[in-house]
Protein backbone atom coordinates (compact mmCIF):
# COMPACT_ATOMS: atom_id res chain seq x y z
CA UNK A 1 0.00 0.00 0.00
CA UNK A 2 0.88 3.14 -0.72
CA UNK A 3 0.37 6.99 -0.80
CA UNK A 4 2.01 9.47 -3.12
CA UNK A 5 1.94 13.26 -3.62
CA UNK A 6 1.28 14.98 -6.56
CA UNK A 7 2.43 18.12 -8.60
CA UNK A 8 -0.79 20.17 -7.28
CA UNK A 9 -0.12 18.95 -3.71
CA UNK A 10 -3.36 15.85 -3.54
CA UNK A 11 -2.54 12.45 -2.44
CA UNK A 12 -2.96 8.95 -4.15
CA UNK A 13 -3.76 6.00 -2.16
CA UNK A 14 -3.16 2.57 -4.33
CA UNK A 15 -2.20 -0.74 -3.60
CA UNK A 16 0.08 -3.30 -5.92
CA UNK A 17 2.59 -6.12 -5.96
CA UNK A 18 5.27 -4.29 -7.21
CA UNK A 19 5.96 -0.91 -5.90
CA UNK A 20 8.75 0.20 -8.12
CA UNK A 21 6.86 -0.99 -11.22
CA UNK A 22 3.88 0.89 -10.16
CA UNK A 23 5.82 3.77 -9.60
CA UNK A 24 7.47 3.82 -12.97
CA UNK A 25 3.51 3.13 -14.39
CA UNK A 26 2.49 6.24 -12.68
CA UNK A 27 5.27 8.56 -13.55
CA UNK A 28 5.03 7.44 -17.17
CA UNK A 29 1.22 8.58 -17.26
CA UNK A 30 -0.10 4.86 -17.23
CA UNK A 31 -1.09 4.99 -13.54
CA UNK A 32 -4.61 6.13 -12.46
CA UNK A 33 -6.56 8.98 -14.01
CA UNK A 34 -6.04 11.07 -10.92
CA UNK A 35 -2.38 10.75 -11.67
CA UNK A 36 -1.92 11.05 -14.46
CA UNK A 37 -3.12 14.57 -14.35
CA UNK A 38 -0.61 15.58 -11.75
CA UNK A 39 2.22 14.54 -13.06
CA UNK A 40 5.27 14.47 -11.51
CA UNK A 41 4.17 12.01 -8.65
CA UNK A 42 6.52 11.23 -5.29
CA UNK A 43 6.45 8.71 -3.23
CA UNK A 44 5.69 9.67 0.25
CA UNK A 45 5.20 6.71 2.43
CA UNK A 46 4.40 2.91 2.05
CA UNK A 47 3.68 -0.64 4.01
CA UNK A 48 4.42 -3.71 3.08
CA UNK A 49 1.91 -6.89 3.35
CA UNK A 50 2.06 -10.69 3.10
CA UNK A 51 -1.19 -10.80 1.00
CA UNK A 52 -2.62 -8.18 -1.40
CA UNK A 53 -5.65 -8.24 0.27
CA UNK A 54 -4.46 -7.01 3.32
CA UNK A 55 -2.51 -4.05 1.00
CA UNK A 56 -6.11 -3.32 -0.67
CA UNK A 57 -7.75 -2.97 2.86
CA UNK A 58 -6.01 -0.98 4.27
CA UNK A 59 -5.48 1.17 1.02
CA UNK A 60 -9.35 1.58 1.21
CA UNK A 61 -9.48 2.38 4.79
CA UNK A 62 -6.77 5.01 3.96
CA UNK A 63 -8.68 6.19 1.15
CA UNK A 64 -11.43 7.57 3.54
CA UNK A 65 -9.17 9.49 5.66
CA UNK A 66 -8.96 13.62 6.08
CA UNK A 67 -5.58 14.68 4.50
CA UNK A 68 -4.85 15.98 7.69
CA UNK A 69 -5.02 12.34 9.39
CA UNK A 70 -2.95 10.95 6.42
CA UNK A 71 -0.32 13.82 6.42
CA UNK A 72 -0.36 12.68 10.55
CA UNK A 73 0.70 9.47 9.41
CA UNK A 74 2.98 10.55 6.42
CA UNK A 75 4.81 12.36 8.87
CA UNK A 76 4.89 9.22 11.38
CA UNK A 77 3.18 10.94 13.98
CA UNK A 78 0.48 8.61 14.72
CA UNK A 79 -0.65 9.62 18.42
CA UNK A 80 -2.23 12.33 16.30
CA UNK A 81 -4.48 9.94 14.27
CA UNK A 82 -7.38 9.20 16.72
CA UNK A 83 -7.55 13.21 16.81
CA UNK A 84 -7.73 13.70 13.42
CA UNK A 85 -10.47 10.70 13.51
CA UNK A 86 -12.91 12.43 15.48
CA UNK A 87 -15.83 13.54 13.15
CA UNK A 88 -17.00 17.34 13.17
CA UNK A 89 -20.29 16.67 13.44
CA UNK A 90 -19.83 14.70 16.76
CA UNK A 91 -17.76 17.82 18.27
CA UNK A 92 -20.21 20.01 21.14
CA UNK A 93 -21.29 23.04 19.43
Given at each position: MYILECSDGSYYTGSTIDLERRLQQHQDGEGANHTKKRLPVNLVYYEEFSRIDQAFYREKQIQGW????????????????????????????
Open positions: SRKKKEALIEGTPELLPEFAVAYRDLDK
